[in-house]
């Protein structure tokens, strides 16, 4: 079983950053594919970017292509998300993801933590 813990979310203006953090509780977490997932008021929940194990591979939405950044400490079993010149369309909960080696679909998931962008 893995627990994922989101923090860092908040209130930004329009062009702020912000960077999330996600803490897991997981044996060999540096064996697990992390994604980072995000949910508008209204919206379906939608991809923001993910990072795979090994490779430290990265994929990003193309909204967020140039403004995110997806990276992980395994020492730390901390995957982040840093999140620059924001708009008030990523206002979301940002969900934290882990996929199990094998695995094709994100199994675990946290609490989410709220981001606002104000413009």
């Known amino acids: 079983q893995v627990q994922l813990v989101e923090s860092g979310g908040g209130l930004v203006q329009t062009g702020g950053s912000l960077r999330l953090s996600c803490a897991a509780s997981?044996?060999?977490?540096?064996?697990?594919?992390m994604g980072w997932f995000r949910q508008a008021p209204g919206k379906e929940r939608e991809f923001v970017a993910s990072?795979?194990?090994?490779?430290?591979?990265?994929n990003y939405a193309d909204s967020v292509k140039g403004r995110f950044t997806i990276s992980r400490e395994d020492s730390k079993n901390t995957v982040y998300l840093q999140m620059n010149s924001l708009e008030p369309e990523d206002t979301a909960v940002y969900y934290c993801?882990?996929?199990?080696?094998?695995?094709?679909?994100?199994?675990?998931w946290g609490q989410g933590t709220q981001v606002t962008v104000s413009s």
């Open positions: 990072i795979a194990r090994i490779s430290g591979l990265r």
């Open positions: 993801a882990a996929r199990a080696p094998g695995r094709s679909v994100y199994e675990y």
């Open positions: 997981a044996r060999a977490f540096s064996s697990y594919g």
